[in-house]
Each structure stands twice: as structure tokens, then as C-alpha cells.
């Protein structure tokens, strides 16, 4: 007994496709969890002279994506660390940890949905 399997170069085809749009999809989500950190920090961060909270932005260069403050360009801010983990004379206001723990356990989910969408479309 014998069976003919046809198509077999299609499903290769096929999957070589959805792991470019499984890739694609991936890079969105993480794109869009780095601005929903920034999102995060800046409502978290605390506001004196309001420096630091206009410092957080995100930077994209190629697979990198930069989150935190003095981020955007021009936007130095020398004392961010020592908001975030406080030093001897000043306690720890963490702003930057919190939005990123927030993101993280939503991340698996985001990916997830941004393959469905990449897949269907």
C-alpha cells in the first residue's frame, strides 16, 4: 500500500512565511510594550521640577529599544538613578522597575495578540 502526498513545497512555503510574520509580529509587540513602559514610568515617576518625567521616552535603534530617562536626545538628566534606587540621604522612589514589571506580565499576551493579528491579516 502506498500514499501520494502533494503540496508539500506549498506548506514549506507556507511556514517559511509565518515564521517572517511570526517574527514581524514579535518585534511589534516589543515595540509597543517599550512605549507602554515609557506610558508607565511617566505616570509613576515623582514630579518636582518636572525634568525628569519629560526626560523618559523610548529609542529605537535597529533590535534595540532604549526605555528610562535621558533617553530622548538632549534630555541628560545625571540624577534619575538616584530617584529610582535613592541614595544614603534620600530613600528610593522607583519608577522605572515598577513600569517595567507592569509591562512584563502583560508581554506574553501582547505578543500573542500581535501574532493573531499579523497572521490573520
Keep these: 500500500m502506498t500514499a501520494t502526498v502533494r503540496g508539500v513545497g ?4 507556507n511556514l517559511q512565511t509565518l515564521n517572517k510574520d511570526i517574527e514581524s509580529a514579535a518585534r511589534k509587540a516589543s515595540v509597543r510594550a517599550a512605549f507602554e513602559i515609557e506610558s508607565e514610568a511617566v505616570s509613576r515617576v515623582p514630579v518636582d521640577t518636572g525634568r525628569l518625567k519629560g526626560s523618559i521616552g523610548t529609542n529605537q535603534a535597529g533590535d534595540i529599544i532604549e526605555v528610562g530617562a535621558g533617553v530622548r536626545e538632549g534630555s541628560e538628566i545625571e540624577y534619575a538613578h538616584f ?4 541614595t544614603r540621604n534620600m530613600a528610593a522612589q522607583p519608577y522605572l ?3 517595567v514589571e507592569t509591562v512584563r506580565a502583560k ?10 493579528a499579523e497572521i490573520r491579516s
Excluded at 506549498?10 to 512555503?13: E, G
Design 10 to 13: 506549498a506548506v514549506v512555503r
Design 83 to 86: 530617584v529610582e534606587f535613592g
Design 97 to 99: 522597575q515598577p513600569a
Design 107 to 116: 508581554y506574553p499576551d501582547m505578543v500573542i495578540e500581535d501574532v493573531r
